[in-house]
């Protein structure tokens, strides 16, 4: 079975532009959670979605946003970037039979904003 | 507010000895607890996990460890091997929450 995917591995933007990544969760997984991961911080938790539905946002501003499409697939949006938002992205699926507790993570997107 | 905390950015260990890695946490809501494993230009990989219901989890090398009184909790790793040089990551799920909430990360780094 195909591990989480997550286009592009690599991204570089200048600021004030808006920037998509995608993930695709392991086949079958209906949940879909994005964190950014930051040197000191941890991950920190962005949104989770299931269903197409937002279920769970963290604390970030509002441009960063996300949606979930009917085949599980998930895009993250980050609009007018600021320096402070280069970090690496990561998204996380989860499924009947792995338990909420249990996230798969992909290997993220650095996103390096100049 | 950090509610998961790893004060130790970095452990340096020799192989073969044990490998402590500890995480404190402030939410008393907090009921599921896991540790992560991350590699780099990898994604973190799910390790063990522990209910509150208990107060120690094994699983091989690895054993977690809960203190609820102290809000605590450790991983010990026996016998350390250099493939476990890595990051690693405590979480924790509060009490019918769908997302968990990372501590910023331990690196460990086992020497031959």
């Known amino acids: 079975k195909a591990g989480v995917t997550q286009t592009p591995r690599y991204l570089i933007k200048t600021r004030g532009q808006q920037v998509t990544l995608s993930c695709s969760p392991i086949?079958?997984?209906?949940?879909v959670s994005w964190y950014q991961q930051t040197p000191g911080q941890g991950l920190q938790f962005l949104f989770e979605?299931?269903?197409?539905?937002?279920?769970n946002k963290g604390n970030f501003p509002g441009r960063f946003s996300g949606r979930q499409f009917s085949n599980s697939r998930s895009e993250m949006n980050v609009s007018t970037l600021e320096l402070g938002d280069s970090a690496l992205y990561l998204c996380?699926?989860?499924?009947?039979?792995?338990?909420?507790?249990?996230?798969?993570f992909g290997p993220g997107t650095r996103l390096t904003v100049l | 507010d950090q509610q998961v905390k790893q004060n130790s950015p970095s452990l340096s260990v020799q192989e073969g000895r044990i490998s402590i890695l500890n995480c404190d946490y402030t939410?008393?809501?907090?009921?599921?607890f896991l540790w992560y494993k991350k590699y780099p230009a990898e994604g973190p990989t799910f390790l063990i996990s522990?209910?509150?219901?208990?107060d120690k989890n094994e699983d091989g090398r690895f054993t977690v460890f809960l203190n609820k009184s102290a809000k605590h909790l450790s991983l010990h790793i026996v016998p350390s091997q250099p493939g476990d040089s890595a990051v690693y990551f405590c979480?924790?799920?509060?009490?019918?929450?769908?997302?968990?909430?990372f501590g910023q990360g331990t690196r460990l780094t086992i020497n031959p």
């Open positions: 996380a699926s989860s499924g009947a039979g792995t338990g909420i507790n249990e996230q798969f």
């Open positions: 086949s079958g997984h209906r949940s």
């Open positions: 979605y299931f269903s197409e539905t937002q279920r």
């Open positions: 939410n008393s809501m907090f009921d599921y």
């Open positions: 522990i209910s509150s219901i208990k």
């Open positions: 979480a924790a799920r509060g009490r019918g929450a769908q997302k968990l909430v």
